[in-house]
């Protein structure tokens, strides 16, 4: 029995109610700044041809999208356990002629697919709902081949001290009221102040990662430290691309577990 499970089907539950408003507040709460976050995120992932790239956390499918715009060869397996978040995204695609985004309902916890079968994982604002951390972390490394990247967008510690205290203020009693009057959620941004001062300092998290066993780790702050850029690699010799040895099977395999994962875009089509 996993003891999280309560932890996951609230953070699921909640992703769901407000999954309708997610694009909206996320754009307005940060005046749009995520954007430049997110494609950070994406210009730090290893340029490969034809990469096979897992995005955890996928939600709406924002990071997917900035994945597959400045790497454009690449195949992008976009996880989450909230359906109706990556139905949003799905939509998102469909309407912005994006494809090769394949959507996969998993928990980060238990990634279907094969040992060492992706080419580098991203995770945006993801990674700080997860319980425990080294669980995700014990799978990023499992499925990721050696040498690869991950690549983990988070907030900073809302502990600290921003702009004089005025990011913390902002954070912990102007946001709870803005995503509480468009969402009608009043949970949902109490729990993203909560969990973002609750969320180590980057110093902190970069010995977690350390200890999981990632190698050659960095972290960068973006916008004063709002929000921290960490890169981890797994040790080995850069070997090459997975995709156009296991990908297939890694798709093969998520086909398969049906129950836990849901693949829903024709082969055929990712061949090309
Ligand atoms: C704050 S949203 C981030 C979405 C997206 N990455 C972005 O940048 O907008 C967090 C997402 O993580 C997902 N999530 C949280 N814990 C998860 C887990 N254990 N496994 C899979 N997805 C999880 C939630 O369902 C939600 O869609």
């Given amino acids: 029995?996993?003891?999280?499970?309560?932890?996951?089907?609230?953070?699921?539950?909640?992703?769901?109610?407000?999954?309708?408003?997610?694009?909206?507040?996320?754009?307005?709460?940060?005046?749009?700044?995520?954007?430049?976050?997110?494609?950070?995120?994406?210009?730090?992932?290893?340029?490969?041809?034809?990469?096979?790239?897992?995005?955890?956390?996928?939600?709406?499918?924002?990071?997917?999208?900035?994945?597959?715009?400045?790497?454009?060869?690449?195949?992008?397996?976009?996880?989450?356990?909230?359906?109706?978040?990556?139905?949003?995204?799905?939509?998102?695609?469909?309407?912005?002629g994006i494809t090769r985004i394949v959507p996969i309902v998993a928990d980060a916890k238990r990634v279907p697919l094969p040992d060492e079968s992706v080419d580098a994982i991203t995770i945006a604002f993801g990674i700080r709902n997860i319980l425990p951390r080294s669980e995700a972390f014990y799978e990023m490394l499992r499925v990721l081949r050696p040498g690869g990247r991950v690549s983990i967008l988070e907030f900073g510690s809302g502990k600290e001290r921003i702009a004089y205290g005025l990011y913390n203020w902002y954070l912990n009693t102007l946001l709870p009221r803005i995503g509480h009057f468009f969402s009608r959620d009043k949970q949902a941004y109490r729990y993203l102040a909560e969990t973002i001062t609750a969320f180590p300092a980057a110093d902190a998290f970069e010995a977690e990662m350390r200890a999981a066993g990632f190698v050659n780790t960095g972290y960068r702050k973006l916008t004063g430290g709002i929000v921290c850029l960490h890169t981890g690699e797994k040790i080995g010799p850069t070997t090459e691309s997975c995709a156009q040895?296991?990908?297939?099977?890694?798709?093969?395999?998520?086909?398969?577990?049906?129950?836990?994962?849901?693949?829903?875009?024709?082969?055929?089509?990712?061949?090309?």
């Fill in 1 to 96: 029995m996993d003891n999280n499970a309560g932890h996951d089907a609230a953070v699921a539950g909640m992703f769901g109610t407000i999954s309708r408003f997610y694009d909206f507040l996320n754009h307005f709460l940060s005046l749009g700044i995520d954007r430049t976050w997110r494609r950070a995120l994406a210009l730090s992932v290893k340029q490969e041809n034809g990469a096979l790239l897992l995005d955890l956390a996928a939600g709406t499918l924002d990071v997917s999208i900035a994945l597959r715009k400045q790497h454009p060869d690449s195949l992008v397996l976009a996880l989450d356990f909230c359906p109706s978040m990556l139905a949003i995204g799905q939509k998102k695609c469909r309407n912005k």
């Fill in 245 to 272: 040895t296991k990908w297939s099977e890694g798709l093969r395999q998520c086909r398969k577990a049906r129950t836990s994962a849901v693949c829903q875009a024709p082969l055929s089509g990712l061949h090309a």
